[in-house]
């Protein structure tokens, strides 16, 4: 069964930092591009970051540019998002998606071309 995880979520004060995972069972990771999304309560959902299959390349949203850091574990078959100066409006609940190939194209955030998806987290920022 083809299947992505998120863990690392939770509640967190602004100016704190999260990590959150994103680990693939059933499939290797080494053959997809990876994005992160997320969804506030009310909101459409965005694409927060993406990754290149071989990990090369990495593109971010202006919103999160200078405090999210993307990375991945091949070897793991996990991505990871790290999460610094979080701000209440980062509230969401975050999902990873995997897209198959290089990603050229995973910074337009196409939610249609990304083939699998997790089931999302909840990332809140509060005090």
């Known amino acids: 069964q083809l299947q992505l995880v998120e863990s690392g979520g939770g509640l967190v004060q602004p100016g704190g930092s999260l990590r959150l995972s994103c680990t693939a069972s059933?499939?290797?990771?080494?053959?997809?591009?990876i994005g992160w999304f997320r969804q506030a309560p009310g909101k459409e959902r965005e694409g927060v970051s993406c990754?290149?299959?071989?990990?090369?390349?990495?593109h971010y949203a202006d919103s999160v540019k200078g405090r999210f850091t993307i990375s991945r574990d091949n070897a793991k078959n996990t991505a990871y998002l790290q999460m610094n100066s979080l701000k209440p409006e980062d509230t969401a609940v975050y999902y990873c998606?995997?897209?198959?190939?290089?990603?050229?194209?995973?910074?337009?955030?196409?939610?249609?071309?990304?083939?699998?998806w997790g089931s999302g987290i909840q990332v809140t920022v509060s005090s």
């Open positions: 990754i290149s299959s071989p990990g090369d390349s990495t």
């Open positions: 059933g499939f290797t990771l080494n053959s997809y591009a």
């Open positions: 998606a995997v897209q198959y190939g290089y990603g050229y194209y995973c910074s337009n955030y196409v939610i249609y071309n990304y083939e699998y």
